[in-house]
């Protein structure tokens, strides 16, 4: 792939030993449809600057990231950098009619934020409707020049980006659910930097290969990008040793198999110590419930310099569909540095204790097939979307597009993990819930066995969050907190919320705006399985939102 003039340049200055402290990152995003073949099948998709994934965002810590984003196509268009904290420049967080209106055909905006106190691996996606099935793409935020990463320094690094892929057009395949009131059809297949690798009936065999010299230590940067598919990830005879996730580095540790929810990226070091030869790369999903799923496993190959082809390839046994022990080894694995020079700053005084259940329920639907629609919930209530943006109607005082009254508590306790409600129907409103400027908050996200138990992987949006504990049933609020852990727990921005079970998280309010908390799967976002947390001004500008930019896309 040819870079462009920008991406050139600022490879150059990433790479320069005369390049400041901090810089400005400047980027030109054009969103177009590109037609593109897949299971021995073309069909446009639509894509930044032609490419799938879409371009790598390179940066460092605390540098001013422009990124001017032209929408070339009919749809409305927008995108959120997904992890990035944002502070107090909540109009280039991106999600769609919560802190902008959307960029409209033959319209531009200019994205404007700093990484301020961030390093490691994020991504970037589209946040409106299905479009970041194919819309989406990684940042690379590199440690402050001179500044060394708090384990051996690699050799190389290389950008991964896991995905899924639709015969169909996504937007088709949504909106037909939604008119149905039916579940979404499941993916085609899964994909490794936009590749499927073999797959069944089809004479396509284009693969993603990792190339790779012998006794050298790689920096794989790995992300899940899919729409709805929680992933496993191997590397057939390797073992990886995980050091950062969500932009926050980690206690080192070693593992045979990552775990990955959408919108969750993971860092690990890869050494090539296990001989030339083909080594299979592999990911597939997880799914502990009746949920459908897309089974297929994507495919890669790790191919050592002068391995000859007659040399057979190394394949890899993956895990089960449905092995749950397998995310929970994996999870409690995960412990901060908490390091002098990255320390786990976890709020130990807690202003708000919340406790959202989080699930899917039944409404009435006269005119779908059979009388009724999946919706999904917090707290039992499904969340409207507005037409003016949420963020914008706070700063200007606008009344009647949202109100401040989501409750912090389920309305009607019940037995979430147990014997469920007959009356499966959710309330409805865009409701937000309101926190003071620095104010400390815990939240335990309960999932409820309405319908089917599933794990949520669960996204807020202009935080990073410590996750102090986890368990499965119902969350006991007189026993769970003694178990917390407030000593290393990770650090993160998305999280899974195992089946049947609950999370607790804690984070401090201290970036005023509005930010979204939503399931990051995206079949559950659009039922409604969503809310905002509005944080407001503390002292002076500098606990401010900045004033909105003068190319703020109007509704």
Known sequence: MFMSWVQMLLFVSLLSPTSVQSEIRHYSFTVVLKNTTRLCATKP???????????????????NVLVNV??????????????????????????????????????????????????????????????????????????KKGVPYPFPKPDKQKVIVLGEWWKSDTEAVINEALQTGLAPNVSDAHTINGHTGPVPNCSYRGAYNLHVENGKTYLLRVINAALNDELFFKIAGHDLTVVEVDAAYTKPFKTDTLFLGPGQTTTALLTTDSGIGKYVIAISPFMDTVVSVDTFTGTGYLIYNNTLPSIPTTVTTMPPVNATWKTLVFAESLRSLNSKQYPANVPLTVD?????????????????????RAVAAINNITFDMPTIAILEAHYYGIKGVFTDDFPGKPLMPYDYTGVQPTNLQTMHGTRVYRLAYNSTVELVIQGNSMLAPESHPTHLHGFNFFAVGRGLGNFNPAKDPKKYNLVDPVERNTISVPTAGWTAIRFRADNPGVWFFHCHLEVH??????????????????????????DLPQC
């Open 45 to 63: 998709i639509v894509t930044v600057n032609g490419k799938f994934p879409g371009p790598t965002l390179y940066a460092r810590e605390d540098d």
């Open 70 to 143: 032209t929408n070339l196509i009919k749809d409305n268009v927008t995108i959120h950098w997904h992890g990035v904290r944002q502070l107090r420049t909540g109009w280039s967080d991106g999600p769609a009619y919560i802190t902008q209106c959307p960029i409209q055909p033959g319209r531009s905006y200019l994205y404007n934020f700093t990484l301020t106190g961030q390093r490691g691996t994020l991504l970037w996606h589209a946040h409106i409707a299905w479009l970041r099935s194919t819309m989406h793409g990684a940042i690379v935020i590199l440690p």
């Open 352 to 372: 708000h204790s919340l406790l959202f259940t989080i699930g899917v329920g039944i409404d009435p639907c006269a005119t779908c097939s059979n009388g009724s």
């Open 525 to 550: 976002t659009t039922w409604g399985l969503k809310m905002a947390f509005l944080v407001e001004n503390g002292k002076g500008p500098n606990e401010s939102v900045v004033p909105p930019p003068r």
